[in-house]
């Protein structure tokens, strides 16, 4: 049973998380073979400050 960890900067909408949620289902099933049922996906929310690009939080202020 695949698991899919998908962590993303916290602001994003329902909406769209159940959207990603449900392409990267379809792919995995359709490339693996797998029942949709089979796969699972959690979406975790990652606040700006705690999330780091080049050794900087990417919620710090710029300049």
């Given amino acids: 049973m695949p698991f899919v960890n998908i962590r ?3 602001g994003h909408s329902q909406k769209r998380k159940n959207e990603i949620s449900r ?3 379809e792919a995995i099933s359709e490339i693996a073979e797998l029942p949709m049922d089979a796969i699972w ?7 700006a400050s ?3 690009v080049a050794g900087k939080p990417v ?3 710029k300049g």
């Fill in 41 to 47: 996906v959690v979406i975790e929310d990652v606040a």
């Fill in 50 to 52: 705690d999330w780091f």
């Fill in 23 to 25: 392409r990267v289902t």
């Fill in 8 to 10: 993303i900067l916290e």
């Fill in 59 to 61: 919620g710090e202020p």
